[in-house]
């Protein structure tokens, strides 16, 4: 199993901002990645942080609003730039071992409020 | 395209009834694994249980069961002797493998599972 750390739990920012996001993992993980959930919805995936080079975005999102970052195998940051009130989701952070029969480990989440 | 459905918005039942949340899910691979996670008001993900595939026994993980009907495509999630802090949002994923090795999970709408006293 894999103990996420992400910070901040919550945050209220005005419109026109940006926040960053860090996701801190007790051991090293294969993979990485970032979902939004926006309120009443289930989750949608934003991008896999990749180690070491350029993250890989879902359709729909991209790089310059949703900059990632990940500089080693147990740490990653998700920046949401220019937030609009459609931005207040919950965003979370998730890591898998890359095996086929484990689960997918999850941050607490940071509940994001634009105003 | 994977996709994950779940039917039932909003589910009800009595405190120490057994309670059975619905999942089908559309794919064409052979191999693939299916999820389910609950999510309480505090948001965090909590991993419930697993189904691979390839599995042909029901997973099961204390009060929780899946009962994974393949020909069906289906995979719900029975909760047995429901207890008060089962009240929570419940979402069922498959992961997806794509071609170029990605990896990721579909998740579903959800159902939002109250439990009364």
């Known amino acids: 199993s894999a103990v996420i750390s992400q910070k901040p739990s919550r945050d209220i920012c005005q419109r026109g901002t940006s926040l960053t996001i860090q996701c801190q993992v007790d051991s090293q993980v294969t993979m990485m990645f970032w979902y939004r959930q926006q309120p009443g919805q289930s989750l949608t995936l934003i991008a896999t942080?990749?180690?070491?080079?350029?993250?890989?975005?879902e359709s729909g999102f991209v790089i310059d609003k949703f900059p990632i970052s990940r500089p080693n195998l147990t740490f990653s940051t998700l920046t949401v730039s220019n937030m609009s009130p459609e931005d207040s989701s919950i965003y979370l952070c998730?890591?898998?071992?890359?095996?086929?029969?484990?689960?997918?480990?999850f941050g607490q989440g940071t509940r994001l409020t634009v105003v | 395209a994977q996709k994950i459905t779940q039917t039932q918005p909003g589910m009800f039942v009595q405190e120490k009834e057994a309670v059975t949340l619905d999942c089908t899910y559309d794919?064409?691979?052979?191999?693939?694994?299916l999820f389910w996670y609950k999510q309480p008001s505090s948001g965090e993900m909590i991993f419930l249980i697993y189904q691979g595939s390839y599995d042909e026994q029901n997973a099961t993980e204390g009060r929780y069961s899946l009962n994974f009907q393949k020909a069906r495509k289906s995979a719900n999630l029975v909760i047995s002797a429901s207890q008060l802090g089962d009240s929570a949002m419940y979402f069922c994923a498959m992961r997806e493998v794509g071609m170029d090795s990605s990896y990721k999970l579909i998740f579903g709408s959800g159902t939002r599972l109250l439990v009364r006293p």
């Open positions: 998730s890591v898998e071992s890359g095996q086929p029969n484990t689960e997918a480990f």
């Open positions: 942080a990749n180690q070491g080079s350029e993250a890989t975005y």
């Open positions: 794919t064409s691979d052979q191999s693939y694994g």
